[in-house]
């Protein structure tokens, strides 16, 4: 299962006093904010969609760089950008999919007898043994 990742930020304060925020490690993930604040929920928001969009696509993550790599400008700093793919997909609803199971009839007709949900039950045993 995969680990959090931590990607350097490198924000720009602009001459209208709002920043552009750009996660050079990974292509495209560039955004603008009015506020600090505002700033790291985009870019967090912003590398969320686009490492979903190549994990979906079967594409490798880039590497993380060592912030200390970065040539910045005397007003810009670097922020590390927190990106857990799991935690990500359960906020957002990733869509469920079908799984064909298959059990014993005794055990069917005593979870359906005790109106047991099986997708609930697969599910919570599924987290304890991943560990989640």
């Known amino acids: 299962m995969m680990k959090k990742l931590f990607y350097p930020s490198i924000f720009r304060k602009e001459e209208d006093g709002g ?12 955004t603008y ?12 928001e912003a590398l969320a969609m686009v490492l979903e969009y190549m994990e979906d696509n079967k594409e490798s993550f880039p590497t993380p760089s060592n ?15 927190e990106f857990d793919l ?3 997909r359960m906020k957002m609803g990733k869509k469920s999919v079908r799984k064909t199971v298959t059990i ?6 005593l979870a359906t007898e005790q109106n047991i949900s099986f997708s609930n039950v697969l599910q919570e045993g599924l987290k304890e043994r991943i560990k989640y």
């Open 19 to 30: 920043y552009t925020i750009e996660i050079p490690d990974v292509e495209g993930c560039v």
């Open 33 to 44: 904010a009015d506020t600090l604040e505002q700033g790291y929920e985009m870019i967090s």
């Open 67 to 81: 912030p200390k790599d970065f040539e910045i400008g005397k007003d810009d700093f670097v922020i590390s950008v």
């Open 86 to 88: 799991l935690a990500y």
């Open 104 to 109: 014993p009839m005794w055990l069917d007709n």
